[in-house]
Structures are given as C-alpha cells and as structure tokens.
C-alpha cells in the first residue's frame, strides 16, 4: 500500500493512500448552451458515464461578456466538469476542438484523483 504526496497552495503537502485513488483528468469546459445537445452526444461517443453541468453561467471571453441576466438577449453558457481517462480525454480533445473553432467557449484539461468509494462515472 502506497502513498502519493500532493502539494497544493501555500506549500502545504498533503498525503493520501494510493489504494484511494484513481489518477484521471479533470475536463472544464465552457459552451454555449445552445451546443450542449451535440456536446453530449460527443460525450457519450468517449464513453464518459457521468458528467456535471451548470446553466446559466456567465463571464467573459472571445465573444465578450455573456451574461445571463440580461433582459431580452439571453446569452447563456454552461459549465461542464467530467473525469475521463486519458484515452477518453484524447477522444474528446479531437472531436471537441472543430466544435469550439465554430462555436466559441474553452476547455482545460489537468490531472486529478478519483476517490474510490462513489460508484465510478468516468
């Protein structure tokens, strides 16, 4: 039973059990709402078996502010966050990548650790 050390802010370390955990990336993406129902079925050609979204998120970016709140011109992103294996991760970056050159939004890609125990979605 190994450990893996983790460093986060401020230096701090924090040690966990290498038997707790799965080490996959963590995919954000952010995209027009209107593109979520082709963004689904792309994650679902991947294989990703479970993802989070949140409507209405506002910011701005490439096609300046999107805001939510506004009166009469709704302009309405969606936050997705997944965990995906590195073969699904490469999977989603070469289909994604056209889609977001024609449609705006970002995606970034980092690694993180799935604690077992919940029942795996990725």
Not at 45 to 62: P, W
Not at 98 to 104: A, H
Request: aromatic share 8%; with cysteine.
């Amino acid at each position: 039973m190994g450990t893996i050390t983790i460093n986060y802010l401020g230096g701090k370390i924090m040690t966990l059990q290498h038997d707790a955990l799965v080490p996959l990336k963590r995919v954000e993406i952010v995209f027009d709402e209107e593109g979520m129902g082709e963004l689904e079925n792309i994650l679902k050609t991947i294989g990703a078996r479970g993802y989070t979204y949140i409507k209405h998120a506002g910011g701005y970016g490439s096609r300046g502010e999107r805001s939510p709140d506004t009166f009469g011109l709704r302009e309405e992103n969606v936050v997705i966050i997944l965990a995906c294996t590195v073969a699904q991760t490469e999977k989603l970056v070469t289909m994604l990548s056209p889609k977001m050159e024609e449609l705006g939004g970002m995606c970034l890609i980092s690694d993180c650790y799935w604690v077992k125990g919940a029942a795996e979605s990725y």
